[in-house]
Nanobody, 118 residues
Framework: QVQLVESGGGFVQAGGSLSLSCAASGSISGISFMGWYRQAPGKQRELVAVITTEGRTNYGDSVKGRFTISRDNAKNTVYLQMSSLKPEDTAVYYC????????????WGQGTQVTVSS
């Protein structure tokens, strides 16, 4: 059983900063990616940022240059530092863990709300 526990998020004014963290626990093997996705009301879930075990990163176009993802492999924890936040960043942010042993398995956190006021 793998669990993802998210923390952070909340309410901030436009231009402000917030940080998220997500700690994975349980029977974890073959970790490939950890990352963040978000879903705004009425929209599909979209990529925010992912990071590999080796530290390679990929960002969604809308957050490039404003968000930074990092991870602590020893703690199985991923972080997301968000700056220059915009109202359109308002969404539920979900932590994602991908493991590949023989087949790919995705795990998801419960989601944390980020609200950016204009």
């Amino acid at each position: 059983q793998v669990q993802l526990v998210e923390s952070g998020g909340g309410f901030v004014q436009a231009g402000g900063s917030l940080s998220l963290s997500c700690a994975a626990s349980g029977s974890i093997s073959g970790i490939s990616f950890m990352g963040w996705y978000r879903q705004a009301p009425g929209k599909q879930r979209e990529l925010v940022a992912v990071i590999t075990t080796e530290g390679r990163t990929n960002y969604g176009d809308s957050v490039k240059g404003r968000f930074t993802i990092s991870r602590d492999n020893a703690k199985n924890t991923v972080y997301l530092q968000m700056s220059s936040l915009k109202p359109e960043d308002t969404a539920v942010y979900y932590c994602n863990l991908v493991t590949v042993v023989i087949t790919r398995q995705d795990y998801w956190g419960q989601g944390t709300q980020v609200t950016v006021s204009s």
